[in-house]
């Protein structure tokens, strides 16, 4: 076996295991009540309004772990499971988007640069695998396709560690609040901390793994593939 498929199956295999480890974390912390009874929602909202963000709003959206800040139409959008639970996972959650919004109002360097590369890399998602397919198949004869793919599947790996930076200053910005506000205790904030540090590894696991599947279609391209 090639030592890319080692890789690749030892990528896969950990993002198994960190993906089950988030959804046990978040089913675990989701239990246990944040203790001042404040929902998701009123987190956010205390939060925005403590970082003088007045122009974006807390709104709820469908699905399970969903949570997101759009920075097009300024609103921090949260899951049914945290818009309205007042447990530490919801409490967490909640925090995490709106440290995007913060960024966004401070404008926060890496996300500058990550919010300009979303329509490259929308457009590249489209295409970037039948560009690769052909490249790959008319490889001999054609390799400027598969060139062209691999500079199109190199935006979402660099979309993907610029993600890292953005992700982890969210979760920084989030636990800071959380407990300068007086939201958690210092046992829920150890709490918060556990939730939002498994839910950065699948970041630092999905970059891994786009990095490695750049790698193998370099190797590709310049015939030294093993």
């Given at each position: ?40 929602r009123e987190v956010a909202e205390k939060m925005l309004r403590d970082n003088g ?68 890399v929308s457009a590249a998602s489209h295409w970037v695998s039948w560009i690769l ?94």
């Amino acid at each position: 076996m090639s030592t890319y498929w080692i890789l690749f199956i030892a990528i896969a295999l950990a993002s198994y295991l960190v993906q089950a480890n988030l959804n046990n974390k978040f089913k675990k912390y989701s239990r246990i009540p944040l203790g001042n009874g404040m929902t998701g929602r009123e987190v956010a909202e205390k939060m925005l309004r403590d970082n003088g963000i007045y122009d974006v709003k807390v709104i709820s959206t469908p699905g399970q772990l969903t949570d997101h800040y759009n920075p097009t139409n300024k609103t921090v959008n949260l899951s049914e499971g945290v818009y309205l639970s007042d447990s530490v996972a919801a409490a967490a959650v909640a925090a995490h988007e709106c440290g995007h919004a913060v960024q966004h109002a401070r404008a926060y360097s890496p996300l500058k640069m990550r919010s300009a590369l979303v329509p490259v890399v929308s457009a590249a998602s489209h295409w970037v695998s039948w560009i690769l397919l052909a490249g790959i198949l008319l490889i001999q004869t054609f390799p400027q396709i598969l060139l062209a793919g691999i500079i199109l599947f190199a935006s979402t790996t660099l979309f993907s560690f610029i993600t890292l930076p953005v992700e982890i200053d969210a979760s920084r910005r989030a636990l800071a609040w959380l407990n300068r506000a007086g939201i958690t205790t210092s046992r829920n904030q150890t709490q918060a901390r556990d939730a939002l540090k498994s839910a950065a590894y699948t970041y630092v696991i999905a970059a891994l793994s786009s990095l490695a599947t750049l790698v193998y279609y370099v190797m590709i391209y310049m015939g030294r593939r093993d």
